[in-house]
T-cell receptor, first 107, second 113 residues
Framework: KNEVEQSPQNLTAQEGEFITINCSYS?????LHWLQQHPGGGIVSLFM???GKKKHGRLIATINIQEKHSSLHITASHPRDSAVYICAVRTGNQFYFGTGTSLTVIP | SQTIHQWPATLVQPVGSPLSLECTVE??????LYWYRQAAGRGLQLLFY??????ISSEVPQNLSASRPQDRQFILSSKKLLLSDSGFYLC????????????FGEGSRLTVL
């Protein structure tokens, strides 16, 4: 069993739709990260959070420590949001990664 | 500001040939350094991590090795590549803090023929 589970695995949305990607984890963590990977392969960090909620532009990330669950929301989705979104958790010096959610936003 | 570079970006090597991927970090000191491999449809697999010069922890037994000759340099090597070594390799760094962010290099795509 993976330490980090993401859903859905694949997601197709129409431009403008509200999108939610979910992440559940089974280990104790010090922080949870949401990452974005574009087709070229590079990975950028979107959020790092250990409690509550963070917002950056059209992206919102929430975490519920008690339920060991996090969500990434994208409001007013745009084709440029098409990418793989990866959830990762930190335990000490180690990071555990979900397998990613492949998002395609259609114009 | 902090940056991380890894190279080469793309590599095609024959089976049995050696490998050297290099990663350097700028703008920070004493980072934790990581080598990951990403296979299609799978999460990032930790290969090696290092918390300091000469300190390497290996997570997966295989024919790869890592070295950290300088504080901000991390090298992934192999003496003889296998077909199964093909994949996308990512270097990353984070500060030794529970809430340190994780930063990735551009990645190196290795094809072993």
């Amino acid at each position: 069993k993976n330490e980090v589970e993401q859903s859905p695995q694949n997601l197709t949305a129409q431009e403008g739709e509200f999108i939610t990607i979910n992440c559940s984890y089974s280990v104790g963590i010090s922080a949870l990260h949401w990452l974005q990977q574009h087709p070229g392969g590079g990975i950028v960090s979107l959020f790092m959070l250990s409690s509550g909620k963070k917002k950056h532009g059209r992206l919102i990330a929430t975490i519920n420590i008690q339920e060991k669950h996090s969500s990434l929301h994208i409001t007013a989705s745009h084709p440029r949001d098409s990418a793989v979104y990866i959830c990762a958790v930190r335990t000490g010096n180690q990071f555990y990664f979900g397998t990613g959610t492949s998002l395609t936003v259609i114009p | 500001s902090q940056t991380i570079h890894q190279w080469p970006a793309t590599l095609v090597q024959p089976v049995g040939s050696p490998l050297s991927l290099e990663c350097t970090v700028e703008g920070t000191s004493n980072p934790n350094l990581y080598w990951y491999r990403q296979a299609a449809g799978r999460g990032l697999q930790l290969l090696f991590y290092s918390v300091g010069i000469g300190q390497i922890s290996s997570e997966v037994p295989q024919n790869l090795s890592a070295s950290r000759p300088q504080d901000r340099q991390f090298i992934l090597s192999s003496k003889k590549l296998l077909l199964s070594d093909s994949g996308f390799y990512l270097c990353a760094w984070s500060l030794n803090l529970n809430t340190g962010e994780l930063f990735f290099g551009e990645g190196s795509r290795l094809t072993v023929l």
